[in-house]
């Protein structure tokens, strides 16, 4: 994590609310249990095609090696049920890391007892490392008594000021302007709030030039943006600005997205010259078989968010999706960077993927933990955005990575920014896969 000095105004250092979206429905109770990040994975420029895996005594599938789902969390927190995992849902927290975050400043935000924490005397804000667009948030949180803390939404790593730069829900029964539930010097809520040393949950919409709040279940506040300058993408950011303040049960869910299949036919799709494997439509899902082969969009993106179901017909079945790929040709049918789809694990254990593993960004960085299982169905999450690239595997964050390479139109050789096409992967012989519920949304 980087630490970047951190100057706020006067007015900013106020604080924000937490985010969260409650709708009636319970903790979540069944993902995967994390393990701390796996060291990111360098591989030689030039990447050749990766070929079937060798069968080994240490190698194993995840199906017969440790149980997929964690168990609940003492409290039942920080975890997504079955039904929330199909809507989209992902967890910005894990539960026991500050994976996938970055403080701007000293303050000590540590993991305790299932919550994000920070009570130093350092200011600053706890940042998402992935950029955001449209979303619904939701969190819970808990501040001290006579404390000031908030949620900052489409904000810099850094903001200065929370009417230009950001928008900053806040968390402070004291302020003398803009309390709990308000957006700072933007909106008041509609009601007063209490949220002083209690939890309590914000459920938030962020979708377009229009935020709508809810506190412990009730509508407070609903903003629309009508400045010259509508904020329409960024960070998400926790805030420490006096006294502890706690988060836990952090999610979001990706607004806007798209269907990039249509469940009956390959409208859209065309199929890479030289491909030997089949890409048919079968009972509203897309079934790959048989030999090496891809599909890949008409459509081209550079930054987008990337959704979809898949499922393996096999032990440590190998495909992927291409993302950010050159058109594909019999002689290079799939120069792009590849979201991977591979289950098997070394030592039966799921924190040792066998091939990079599920969610991994194949031969740049690792899968920090296989999530996945064989003969299952999973979704999973991409959002590619400039350099830097995050995935999700049944809503478990698992990737997080900055791609440093030089600039080189061929992602196996470089960082490429350019769009490029999206390619489903018949991988060899043994492909038997199924895709379904594809979808993205491009980011501003």
């Not at 007892?113 to 449209?134: E, F, P, Q």
Request: aromatic residues 8%; charged residues 20%; contains cysteine.
């Amino acid at each position: 994590m980087r630490h970047v000095a951190f100057l706020l105004c006067a007015a900013l250092l106020v604080g924000c609310p937490g985010c969260g979206p409650q709708p009636a429905s319970t903790p979540p109770t069944t993902p995967v249990e994390l393990a701390p990040p796996a060291a990111a994975e360098t591989a030689p420029a030039a990447v050749p095609e990766p070929t079937p895996p060798a069968t080994t005594a240490a190698a194993t599938t995840a199906e017969s090696a440790t149980p997929a789902l964690e168990a609940p969390s003492a409290d039942g927190h920080n975890r997504l049920n079955s039904e929330e995992i199909e809507q989209g849902w992902l967890r910005l927290f894990d539960g026991d890391t500050l994976f996938g975050w970055k403080p701007n400043s000293d303050t000590n935000w540590h993991v305790d007892n299932g919550a994000i924490v920070a009570d130093s005397d350092a200011k600053g804000l706890l940042v998402t490392t992935t950029r955001w667009a449209n979303y619904e948030l939701r969190c819970d949180f808990r501040v001290a008594a006579g404390g000031n803390s908030g949620v900052f939404l489409r904000t810099p790593l850094t903001p200065k000021s929370p009417v230009t730069d950001c928008y900053e829900l806040n968390i402070c029964d004291t302020h003398p302007e803009f309390k709990s539930a308000s957006l700072v010097g933007r909106a008041q809520p509609t009601e007063t709030v209490n949220a002083d040393g209690e939890w309590h949950t914000f459920f938030v919409t962020v979708d377009g030039p229009k935020v709508t709040v809810q506190f412990d279940g009730k509508a407070v506040l609903s903003y629309d943006d009508t400045g010259e300058k509508t904020l329409t993408s960024g960070f998400i950011g926790l805030q420490m600005n006096g006294g502890k303040a706690e988060f836990r049960n952090v999610f979001l869910r990706p607004l806007g997205l798209t269907p990039l299949f249509d469940g009956t036919s390959l409208t859209g799709w065309k199929t890479v010259p030289g491909s030997q494997g089949k890409f048919d439509v079968e009972d509203g899902t897309i079934r790959g078989t048989g030999g090496r082969g891809f599909i890949e969009t008409e459509k081209t993106a550079g930054n987008f968010v990337l959704q979809f179901d898949a499922i393996t017909h096999g032990d440590a079945l190998n495909s992927g999706v291409f993302f950010r790929a050159q058109p594909g040709t019999e002689k290079a049918p799939s120069n792009g960077y590849e979201f991977q789809i591979q289950s098997g694990i070394k030592n039966n254990d799921r924190n040792q993927p066998a091939d990079f593993g599920t969610g991994a960004i194949f031969r740049r960085v690792a899968a920090r933990r296989v999530v996945s299982s064989d003969r299952e169905w999973f979704t999973a999450t991409l959002v590619a955005d400039g350099p830097h690239f995050t995935t999700w595997v049944n809503g478990i964050p698992v990737v997080d990575w900055t791609d440093t390479r030089p600039a080189n139109d061929n992602p196996r050789e470089g960082l490429r920014l350019e769009a490029g096409h999206l390619s489903l992967q018949g991988h060899d012989p043994t492909t038997n896969l199924q895709f379904r519920n594809l979808k993205w949304v491009q980011l501003p």
